[in-house]
C-alpha cells in the first residue's frame, strides 16, 4: 500500500543507480501534479527519456515500509514488456 492507496504491482530494484515509476503509479498516488525535478533517463539503446522526480510518499510492504524513496516517474520503454 502506498498512501493506504492500492495494492499496487511494482519492482524495487536495489542495483539501479535510479528508482523508475510508470505514469499509472504517478496518477495514481498524486491527485494533481506535484512540482519536481526534472532528470534525464538513459536507456541501454541510448535512447534518452525525460523524467519527472518525486519523494513518493511511504511504501508500506507489510514487514517493511520504505520512507522518502526518490523515483523518476515517466514513459520509459522498460514498461511496455510487462503490458
Avoid: E
Avoid at 1 to 12: A, E, S
Avoid at 37 to 61: C, E, F, H, W
Amino acid at each position: 500500500m502506498v498512501n493506504d492507496k492500492g495494492p499496487f504491482r511494482f519492482i524495487i530494484d536495489t542495483g539501479s543507480p535510479q528508482t523508475l515509476g510508470n505514469m499509472a503509479l504517478y496518477k495514481a498516488l498524486y491527485s494533481t501534479p506535484h512540482a519536481g525535478g526534472k532528470a534525464s533517463v538513459y536507456g541501454v539503446m541510448k535512447q534518452v527519456r525525460p523524467g519527472n522526480v518525486q519523494v513518493a510518499p511511504t511504501i508500506d510492504l507489510g514487514a517493511i515500509c520504505i520512507a522518502n524513496a526518490v523515483l523518476v516517474f515517466g514513459d520509459f520503454p522498460i514498461f511496455k514488456v510487462w503490458d
